[in-house]
């Protein structure tokens, strides 16, 4: 299994920055995507950001203010948050895929981080 514990939410004024880091433990070896969610007050949880081979999905609401990264082990991905809204308030989530050898996916989430965007 894979275990993935969020961190650096907090409250931030619109237009601040805030780096989201998401630590990946177990078998980091057979993450194929790594990547974000969030769900927004009253609303469904949805795409943030995603990383498959290197391959980035950013959803439109956030697409040229955040930036999601990995590293190489995949032991770690970050979201770094730029010009933040109050659209953005939400709590975020790490998401993985894991590929077992027999091809089975799984899908693991963190506990989740609250990030407040409001002045």
Same mark, same amino acid.
Not at 22 to 27: Q, T, V
Not at 30 to 51: C, F, N
Not at 70 to 84: F, G, N, P, Y
């Given at each position: 299994?894979?275990?993935?514990v969020?961190?650096?939410?907090?409250?931030v004024?619109?237009?601040?920055?805030?780096?989201l880091?998401? =630590?990946? &433990?177990?078998?980091?070896? %057979?993450?194929?995507? !790594?990547?974000?969610?969030?769900r927004?007050?009253?609303?469904?949880?949805?795409?943030?950001?995603?990383?498959?081979?290197?391959n980035?999905n950013?959803?439109?609401?956030?697409?040229?203010r955040?930036?999601i990264?990995t590293?190489? =082990?995949? &032991?770690?991905?970050?979201? %770094?948050?730029?010009? !933040?809204?109050?659209?953005?308030?939400?709590?975020?989530?790490?998401?993985?895929?894991?590929?077992?050898?027999s091809?089975?996916?799984?899908?693991?989430?963190?506990?989740?981080?609250?990030?407040?965007?409001?002045s």
């Amino acid at each position: 299994q894979v275990q993935l514990v969020e961190s650096g939410g907090g409250l931030v004024q619109p237009g601040g920055s805030l780096r989201l880091s998401c =630590a990946a &433990s177990g078998y980091i070896s %057979e993450i194929s995507t !790594l990547g974000w969610y969030r769900r927004r007050p009253g609303k469904q949880r949805d795409l943030v950001a995603t990383m498959t081979n290197d391959n980035i999905n950013y959803s439109d609401a956030v697409k040229g203010r955040f930036t999601i990264s990995t590293d190489d =082990a995949k &032991s770690t991905v970050s979201l %770094e948050m730029d010009r !933040l809204k109050s659209e953005d308030t939400a709590v975020y989530y790490c998401y993985a895929v894991v590929t077992a050898a027999s091809l089975r996916q799984y899908a693991y989430w963190g506990q989740g981080t609250q990030v407040t965007v409001s002045s």
